[in-house]
Nanobody, 122 residues
Framework: VQLVESGGGSVQAGGSLRLSCAASGSTVTMAWFRRAPGKEREGVAA?????????YYADSVKGRFAISPDNEKNTVYLQMNSLKPEDTAMYYC???????????????????WGKGTQVTVS
């Protein structure tokens, strides 16, 4: 499975961005992670594409970010609103070939990774 992310960029605090991740093969759960300089990798959001309803959000993004799939396009989106400087990071798309039941442990070890897209909030 190959993953191609897009949609990153620079935005002012309070602004919005939408990340996209197009997958070339089969997916079961799709997720977004991020890594800021000097910080641990963080699982931001995940969605089980089988029902397009079972989701996970990190506490740090709840109420501001929304993950959604387009199963026809084999693409997942991450809508990011009310962005904060602490959201600045490299964002990575990932695929897990197992269903996600809404817990971080369900997708913490992805099978495939994208190359990442930079998000900078100033």
């Amino acid at each position: 499975v190959q993953l191609v992310e897009s949609g990153g960029g620079s935005v002012q605090a309070g602004g919005s961005l939408r990340l996209s991740c197009a997958a070339s093969g089969s997916t079961v759960t799709m997720a977004w992670f991020r890594r800021a300089p000097g910080k641990e990798r963080e699982g931001v959001a995940a969605i089980y594409t089988g029902d397009a309803r079972t989701v996970y959000y990190a506490d740090s993004v709840k109420g501001r970010f929304a993950i959604s799939p387009d199963n026809e396009k084999n693409t997942v989106y991450l809508q990011m609103n009310s962005l904060k400087p602490e959201d600045t990071a490299m964002y990575y798309c990932a695929v897990v070939l197992r269903p996600c039941a809404g817990y971080y442990s369900d997708f913490a070890r992805p099978d495939y990774w994208g190359k990442g897209t930079q998000v900078t909030v100033s």
